[in-house]
């Protein structure tokens, strides 16, 4: 098995530091630049994305013409609930906001998702791709792919915030041949 997973370009909303949750937001220009220089980068390997705005036009941008993209609402973001839409600035200083950050793994994000339910549901979608296919590509979000590498780095989602993966950061991720565990590594783009 062997795959790609990218972190979906910037948004306006990411420029303006806002919780985006659901909200469909489009890439930022600067996002668009960055989809695009994934192009001819990749293989033309089928593409399971979020079908989120940002994901979908995030792998749109990259795939080669004729390349399937299948959209697969398991590979959202997290549900924040009625957080979606308020400045990190605003809620830093709440007493909700300090639980999640110290608790991230017990936390469940007002009228939202848990972590834990975050996990359950992209891992599940990671798991069946691994199943039918021996290459894919996986286009989904920040918390939802750091959910992922907790699980298969074998971390507490306690540890989540450890993890920096910065608007189109992509990872290869791969049996590792001599001891059969998998491998996950940053893919660096060369300019």
Same mark, same amino acid.
């Given at each position: 098995m062997e795959c790609y997973v990218i972190?979906?370009?910037?948004? $306006?909303?990411?420029?303006?530091?806002?919780?985006?949750?659901? /909200?469909?937001?489009? #890439?930022?220009?600067?996002?668009?630049?960055?989809?695009?220089? #994934?192009?001819?980068?990749? %293989? @033309?390997? %089928?593409?399971? @994305?979020?079908?989120?705005?940002?994901?979908?036009?995030?792998?749109? =941008?990259?795939? $080669?013409?004729?390349? &399937?993209?299948?959209?697969? /609402? &398991?590979?959202?973001?997290?549900? $924040?609930?009625?957080?979606?839409? =308020?400045?990190?600035? &605003?809620?830093?200083?709440?007493? #909700?906001?300090?639980?999640?950050? &110290?608790?991230?793994?017990?936390?469940?994000? %007002?009228?939202g998702e848990s972590l834990k339910d975050l996990q359950y549901r992209i891992v599940g979608a990671f798991q069946e791709y691994q199943e039918r296919l021996d290459h894919f590509i996986i286009v989904s979000h920040r918390l939802a792919i750091k959910s992922l590498l907790c699980h298969l780095q074998g971390w507490s989602l306690d540890q989540i915030h450890q993890i920096d993966l910065p608007n189109a950061a992509v990872l290869h991720i791969y049996n590792d041949c001599d001891d059969h565990q998998l491998s996950i590594k940053p893919f660096i783009l060369h300019d």
């Open positions: 972190r979906h370009a910037e948004t $306006v909303l990411n420029r303006k530091n806002v919780l985006q949750g659901w /909200a469909d937001a489009p #890439l930022s220009d600067n996002g668009m630049i960055q989809a695009m220089k #994934l192009a001819g980068v990749l %293989p @033309s390997w %089928p593409i399971f @994305s979020s079908d989120l705005k940002r994901a979908l036009h995030t792998a749109e =941008l990259f795939a $080669v013409p004729g390349q &399937r993209i299948q959209p697969d /609402a &398991r590979l959202r973001e997290i549900h $924040v609930g009625v957080w979606q839409g =308020l400045s990190k600035e &605003r809620l830093r200083h709440t007493s #909700l906001w300090q639980r999640y950050q &110290r608790s991230p793994s017990s936390f469940r994000f %007002p009228g």
